[in-house]
Each structure stands twice: as C-alpha cells, then as structure tokens.
C-alpha cells in the first residue's frame, strides 16, 4: 500500500519512526513496533540516523514488512553514490516496499564514523529527481530498465520553524518539481509558527504531515534549542514540563503538550508524523489523547 | 593548471539581462583561456549594442586590486545591469563580492588540470568542477562554500545561518539564498534539478 493512496482519499495519515539497531537482531524493534505502532499506517524505518552506523535499513524494512507493517524506507544521500542508491530502490520495490522518504542525510562528521567519506552524490532533491526517473521505466543515466517499473510514494522533509521560512518553501518547491508526492515536517512545539507555515505552503498542493517528539525533558529540550536544526521549544512549554517533576518523568506532562500540538494544527495538516525516540510505549496514548 | 572553457553559446545568451559590462581576466599562466572564441562572442554582443563597456585584466581574484582596476570603468559599470565574467571560479566569485548589489555572471566553465594551481588569494575557492553553477548561486560557490557541495540548495542542517558541520561557518546556501534575494534572482532556484557530473575531472 502506498500512503500516497490514502491522502488522496482523504484520510489524515499517521506515521511513526523506528531506528534500526546496530546489531543483528530485529527481533526486539519489531516486536515492539507491533506492540505499540499497529494502530498506525505506516512506520518510518531511518537510514544511519545522526550518522551513526546501524543495521542496513533496507533489511530493516523487510523484517517490518514481513511482521505485518507498513514500513517507509527512508534513505539518505551520506553514504551511498547515485549507482547505490538507485539499486536500493529497485530493490525496495521488488521487496514491495514502496513508501519512500528521500533526504540529504546529516554530515559524516557528526556521527560515529567521522572519518568516513562523505559522498553525497546525490542530494534529496536529485534522490527524488531518480525516484521520479524509475518510474518513468529509466535510470539516471537515460538507460531503459527490464519490465515494468517500479512505483513509489515518494516523501520528503520540510522544516517549518526554521530562521528562514521562504528558504524552506523555495526548497520544498525544488523538491515538488522532482517528484515529491508528500512531505513530513521536523518537529513543530508552535502551532502558529507552522499554521504560518502551512498557509503558504498550501500553493504546491502536496500532502504535509506534522512533525511531532514528546517532549521528555526541560535537559532534552533545552538540547534541542542549542542543537536540533528547526526545532524550538518555547520557553513558556519549558515552564509546563518544569512545573511537575513527577508528572513529567511520567510522560504525561510530554503527551499533554504533544496532544494539544496535534489538536491545535490538525485542522490545517494531512498527516501526523511522530518520533517517539524511545518513548514508543507511550505512542497509543498520544494518540488517544490527540483524539486521532 | 586549470582550464576554462566557455559555456556554450546558448547558455551564455540566456544569461543575459539588458545592458551587459564584460570583464575578462588574462592573469595567471596557469590558466589557459579560450582567448579567441570569447573575443568573437563579444564582439557579436557589443553588435547588438547592449554592451556598456570591456575590461580586459589581470588577477581579479586578488579583491585589493579591483578598486583601482574598475575606477576608469565606473559609468560603464553603473550603466550595466549585470556584469558577466569570462575568468576561472576565483575571478567570478570575487567580482559577485565586490558588487554586492549587480548580477554577477560567470561565462565559463573550470576544469582542473593536474600541477601547479597557481598564487590565488584565499578567500574564494573554486573546485575547478567544470561546470560552473555561479549562475545560479548568485556567484557564491556552492561547491566550496556548502560543506556537503549540495548543487540542489540547502541541506536541512543549518542553524541559526551557520553549518551543521561547523558552527563557526556561516552555511553556504543560507549566504547564496541571502544574495539571491538581494540581487532579485531567486528565480534561479527554479531551474532544472541539477545533477553533477563528475566526469569532467580528470584527476579522478
Ligand atoms: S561552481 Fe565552484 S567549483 Fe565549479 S567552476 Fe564554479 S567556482 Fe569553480
Ligand atoms: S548547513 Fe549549509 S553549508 Fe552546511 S552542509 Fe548544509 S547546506 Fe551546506
């Protein structure tokens, strides 16, 4: 199933992500999955997230798939050149995985490789060029491919809270002119910010999906405002998660904040995309509580 | 040694926007310039009258020497909308930075050569990828000033304008993207998907 198929029915579509474990047992990352993402469309499996080395995403996928989920196969533009990259994705496609999320990808330098080759051939906006190029049955080199090509829902990334806005949007239209079919924000804790946003983004008429983390902490998210590219945490949702110490360890101070985001920008989104790092277990009562 | 080479004749017409000043840069020996072929294309430019004037130097990557070089030269400049540039990478790039408010346009293409790349100063680079993106960069190098050499804009790394990989750089397309709008042309993030050829470096 392509997620693409339900915006086009109209549904709001929920995603969540899952990152691939360095080792070789899925066996815990799919159960869990199962356990708290089955009431979700379709789950995000990340490529190498933050530049540090994991079990190939790809493989990840098919473990998903195989246990009865939707996996979205996102791949970055870090570690692979344009021969690799569009192999993967013909490979994705005869696995039938065919939800897609194309990115640039963070620098080598940032992970746990930092020595490694940065190769970025390829970027998301000529990742998505080659996904379009496919399925029109050619690769990026013009040359024909054997039988019928593959299709894909092919996502990309937008960031709606950053310095500069009209960069993002001049960006998010580089990306709808190489094929992007639907797009999920980086985490939004201002809905004014991002029903801003969305107003004028409403002109490429491509699906968008919110981006949402739980907030854990005042530590994680004050890491997040010195560190995480177009992600801010206002300092009135500081003094919410400071006020109840127990209440915030719990997670219920995050999943208020986070369910009243959802609530508050749902009229004016697609889709809800929500990075749980780690805090899986608590994604059914977001959920219940966002009254999605 | 580096080559450049002219864009084709097409391209280097589709750049141009009403009145044009040129300047060619002879300077280092290390540079072979397709000295021929860009003369006959002037010489059809200043035909259709649309040329304001030629200026035909030496090392105008070196920022001090342009003052002085450009002084004779300043109605002529002033008269121009845009300023096209027949030098290597280098020469462009500080042209753009020196006229911060014209469109500054790059009319060849570098090509690296293996041996010696001569004396340039430092504060541009050029990779010598061959085939200049300038045009639509607003003569800021995207390949030596995005850490990631991203052809395509920016990557979703940047914070508060500076690089995810340095943060003591400012990121290269937030400075392209800045310029853009100051000179009117960010229509230029609307041309084709760009995919590099890496082809044309014959080093690797
Ligand atoms: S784009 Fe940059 S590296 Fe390529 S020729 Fe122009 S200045 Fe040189
Ligand atoms: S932050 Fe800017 S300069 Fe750094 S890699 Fe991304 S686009 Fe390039």
New interface residues.
């Given amino acids: 199933m392509r997620i693409t198929e339900l915006f086009d029915n109209g549904e709001f579509v929920v995603t969540a992500e899952v990152g691939p474990p360095k080792g070789i047992h899925l066996e815990h990352l799919v159960e869990e999955a199962k356990t708290y993402l089955s009431g979700i469309t379709a789950v995000n499996v990340t490529d190498n997230q933050s530049s540090v080395m994991r079990t190939s995403t790809l493989a990840t996928c098919v473990a998903m798939k195989n246990a009865g989920l939707t996996p979205i196969y996102q791949t970055t533009c870090r570690d692979r050149n344009r021969l690799a990259l569009q192999s993967d994705l013909l490979g994705a496609a005869a696995m039938g995985i065919e939800n897609i999320l194309c990115l640039t990808g963070d620098h080598t330098r940032l992970g746990d490789h930092p020595g490694a080759k940065p190769v970025f051939d390829l970027d998301s906006v000529s990742l998505l060029y080659a996904a379009s190029e496919l399925e029109k049955g050619r690769d990026l080199a013009g040359i024909e491919l054997v039988g019928e090509p593959p299709k894909f829902a092919k996502g990309a990334v937008v960031s709606p809270i950053s310095d500069s806005v009209d960069a993002q949007l001049a960006k998010m239209e580089r990306k709808v002119m190489a094929g992007a079919d639907y797009f999920q924000t980086q985490a939004v804790f201002e809905p004014e910010k991002f029903i801003k946003f969305m107003e004028a983004a409403k002109q490429f008429g491509k699906p968008v999906q919110l981006g949402v983390i739980i907030p854990k902490s005042v530590g994680m998210c004050k890491f997040m405002n010195n560190n995480v590219a177009g992600v801010h945490v206002p300092d009135e949702m500081l003094d919410e998660l400071r006020a109840d110490k127990e209440k915030t360890k719990a997670g219920i101070t995050g999943i208020e904040i986070a369910a009243r985001i959802i609530r508050e920008c749902k009229p004016y989104c697609q889709g809800v995309h929500i990075m749980a790092l780690g805090w899986e277990s608590k994604v059914p009562a977001l959920l219940e509580m966002a009254g999605l | 040694m580096l080559i450049t080479e002219l864009k084709n004749k097409e391209t280097i017409l589709s750049l141009i926007t009403g009145k044009v000043f040129i300047i060619n840069c002879h300077g280092c020996k290390e540079i072979r310039f397709p000295e021929h072929e860009a003369e006959a294309l002037q010489k059809e430019l200043q035909e259709s009258g649309n040329v304001t004037g030629i200026l035909t130097t030496d090392y105008i990557c070196n920022p001090d020497y342009l003052k002085q070089r450009f002084a004779k030269h300043e109605a002529e400049i002033e008269a121009a909308d845009m300023i096209l540039v027949f030098s290597c990478g280098v020469g462009v790039q500080t042209v753009a930075a020196y006229f911060e408010n014209k469109r500054v346009c790059a009319a060849c293409d570098t090509y690296a050569l293996p041996g010696y790349q001569g004396v340039t100063p430092l504060e541009h680079d050029c990779d010598q990828c061959g085939e200049c993106y300038l045009n639509i960069t607003g003569g800021i190098c995207p390949l030596t000033a995005c850490?990631?050499?991203?052809?395509?804009?920016?990557?979703?790394?940047?914070?508060?304008?500076m690089c995810?990989?340095d943060p003591n750089m400012e990121c290269g397309?937030?400075r392209i993207?800045q310029r853009l709008?100051k000179v009117g042309r960010?229509d230029a993030?609307?041309c084709p998907?760009?995919?590099?050829n890496?082809a044309t470096d014959p080093d690797k």
């Avoid at chain 2, 850490?147 to 304008?161: D, E, H, I, R, T």
């Avoid at chain 2, 998907?193 to 590099?196: A, D, L, T």
């Fill in positions: 850490s990631k050499s991203l052809v395509n804009g920016q990557c979703g790394g940047a914070k508060n304008g995810e990989v397309w937030e993207y709008k960010l993030l609307k998907v760009q995919v590099r890496y």
